[in-house]
């Protein structure tokens, strides 16, 4: 029978537990919308129903390699979060507020 995470992780020394923590959040820094949909444990239809649209669109948008950012912050607000642009520099990063 599979083992839940959690149970794993905390029979772990502290010093794992840390590294594997820390290891998930850089994971999670980097995620396509369909995985961070997964991860907040929202279905697409409870996305669409945010959204007012039906699944279909939805599962169109999680595969488009080109979204509008207006449809990126809708499908972010939907999931609960709050979209930011930001460009990255070797000696900064710069939020762009042109969009909200």
């Known amino acids: ?3 839940k995470f959690q149970t794993l992780l905390e029979k772990m020394p502290p010093e794992s537990q840390a590294r594997v923590i820390a290891r ?3 994971l999670l820094e980097e995620i ?3 995985e961070l949909r997964k991860v907040l444990n929202l279905t697409q239809e409870q996305v669409a129903e945010a959204m007012q649209m039906n699944q279909g669109v939805v599962s ?3 595969h488009q390699n080109d979204i509008y950012v207006s449809t990126l912050r809708k499908f972010v607000t939907a999931m609960g979060g709050q979209l930011k642009l930001v460009a990255s520099f070797p000696d900064r990063d710069v939020v ?3 969009f909200d």
């Open 1 to 3: 029978m599979a083992k």
């Open 24 to 26: 998930s959040n850089e």
């Open 32 to 34: 396509a919308l369909q």
């Open 60 to 62: 169109k948008m999680e």
């Open 96 to 98: 762009i507020n042109q």
